[in-house]
């Protein structure tokens, strides 16, 4: 009898411990709104989420590498394709040097665009709610609300087709 009480007892607070373990789940599964961020933008300011333009429909959180092929792919595209993202302001985030993301933004155009956000995010803020696995990682929201993600980079056409509702 005691041997059955021991193991139950047991099982129990096993259950218990496995109950309480935290999880790696990305905020961002749970909570849909945009991040709370700040980060220094490649024009010397520092920059929050309530300073995000309110004229845009979308927000498209871009995390990247500057030395990453494909985020230089992806910031290649958007620039090639930035006529049909004039209701979407992006907000480009990287943890890198300053040096290296002014460069990456200077090459693709990044800086002359008014819909564009670059900068060094070197509290971690952004990958922190978003956790992604790998560059470039891609999140837009309509209005504040998450609509999509993409772990390993966008396609234009699919960003496209998400602002066209389509």
């Keep these: 009898m005691k041997y059955i009480l021991t193991s139950l007892l047991s099982l129990l607070f096993i259950?218990?411990?496995i109950a309480q373990a935290p999880t790696n789940d990305a905020p961002y599964l749970t909570d849909?709104?945009?991040?709370?961020f700040s980060i220094m933008s490649i024009k010397g300011k520092e920059v929050t989420q309530k300073q995000l333009p309110a004229n845009?429909?979308?927000t498209c959180f871009i995390i990247f590498g500057?030395?990453?092929s494909h985020c230089q792919t992806e910031a290649a595209e958007i620039d090639k394709n930035i006529a049909k993202?004039?209701?979407?302001f992006f907000v480009w985030a990287s943890?890198?040097?300053m040096a290296d993301i002014k460069t990456f933004a200077t090459k693709y155009n990044l800086d002359k665009h008014v819909n564009m956000l670059v900068g060094r995010d070197a509290s971690f803020t952004i990958p922190s709610f978003?956790?992604?696995k790998m560059t470039p990682f891609v999140a837009i929201y309509k209005n504040g609300t998450l609509l999509k993600v993409y772990e390993q980079g966008?396609?234009?056409?699919?960003l496209v087709d998400i602002i066209e509702g389509k």
């Design 56 to 58: 845009y429909k979308y």
């Design 32 to 36: 849909k709104r945009s991040p709370n």
């Design 15 to 17: 259950s218990n411990l």
């Design 154 to 158: 966008a396609k234009v056409s699919e």
């Design 66 to 68: 500057p030395d990453c």
């Design 130 to 132: 978003f956790r992604p």
């Design 95 to 97: 943890y890198r040097e």
């Design 85 to 88: 993202f004039k209701n979407v």
